[in-house]
């Protein structure tokens, strides 16, 4: 039986990575975009050239209604989700004097609201079914902090309760709940940081480059597997040795 996949901000750097990985382990996966996403086409044509035929389901995760209309469309498409990756993220960086309350919110929203907003429509029938993965994208900023992040390393942390609180909830009905927390990783949203600042970042990785999504993705591929079923609550820090946790 194939295992049906979720894996939302799947169109980013880190997430067309997960999606791969999550295929090559013999998933249906099903890829999250914003509505209206106007690289959509193009993504799924790209995917397709390099053999993978991902399904796609448009939904805002920061926004309740949209997130749960996503579910049930997901649902409906493509049977009941086995497995979730919670992976679209913003930053929004500014120092907590100069941030705007937009900036709050927006983050808070994208990458702490959405784990409530998405999983709580698909962790009961996880549940009912007694088989289920859920892994969250977090960061190490959010087990560190960051000086311009304090609403991004806030949701991060927050996603960390978050998921070591929903893995005791759902623990004895066979779902694990998971971290990943990555250090940099070369993609959009490290590009647009200033390179001096990325630079001086990474000359403190022990591991001495960026992180590549593949990295990500083959920790969040292993957190899904049969073979990580005892392991729950859990981060696992892809970050090169820059904090080790
Ligand atoms: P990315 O390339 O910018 O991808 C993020 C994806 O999330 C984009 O496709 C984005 O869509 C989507 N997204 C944003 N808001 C959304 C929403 N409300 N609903 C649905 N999708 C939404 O960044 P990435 O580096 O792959 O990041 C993936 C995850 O890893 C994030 O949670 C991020 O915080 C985390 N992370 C990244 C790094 C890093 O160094 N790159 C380090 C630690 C943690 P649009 O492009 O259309 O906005």
């Not at 597997?225 to 729950?232: L, P």
């Given at each position: 039986m194939k295992r049906i996949a979720l894996v939302t901000g799947a169109l980013g750097g880190i997430g067309t990575a997960i999606c791969q990985a999550l295929a090559g382990d013999g998933m249906t996966v099903v890829a999250n975009c914003l509505?209206?996403?106007?690289g959509k086409d193009a993504w799924l044509a790209a995917q397709r050239a390099v053999g993978h035929d991902f399904g796609i389901v448009e939904g805002d995760v920061a926004d309740d209604a949209s997130a749960g209309a996503m579910a049930s469309a997901v649902t409906a498409r493509y049977?009941?989700?086995d497995v979730l990756v919670n992976n679209a993220g913003i930053t929004r960086d500014r120092s907590l004097a100069r941030m705007d309350p937009d900036a709050w919110h927006a983050v808070i929203a994208t990458n702490l609201g959405s784990l409530y907003n998405v999983t709580r429509h698909l962790v009961p029938a996880m549940a009912d079914r007694g088989w289920g993965r859920i892994v969250n994208i977090a960061s190490v900023n959010g087990v560190r902090g960051q000086a311009g992040q304090t609403n991004y390393a806030a949701a991060k942390a927050g996603c960390l309760g978050f998921t070591k609180s929903l893995a005791q909830e759902v623990a004895p009905r066979g779902v694990t709940v998971n971290a990943v927390a990555p250090g940099y990783i070369a993609t959009a949203m490290t590009a647009a940081m200033r390179t001096d600042v990325l630079q001086t970042l990474l000359d403190d990785v022990p591991v001495r480059r960026a992180g590549r999504p593949e990295d990500v993705a083959a920790a969040v591929a292993f957190l899904c597997?049969?073979?990580?079923?005892?392991?729950?609550g859990s981060t696992l820090h892809v970050n090169g040795g820059l904090h080790m946790a």
């Open positions: 509505p209206g996403d106007p049977g009941a989700v597997s049969a073979a990580a079923g005892y392991i729950t």
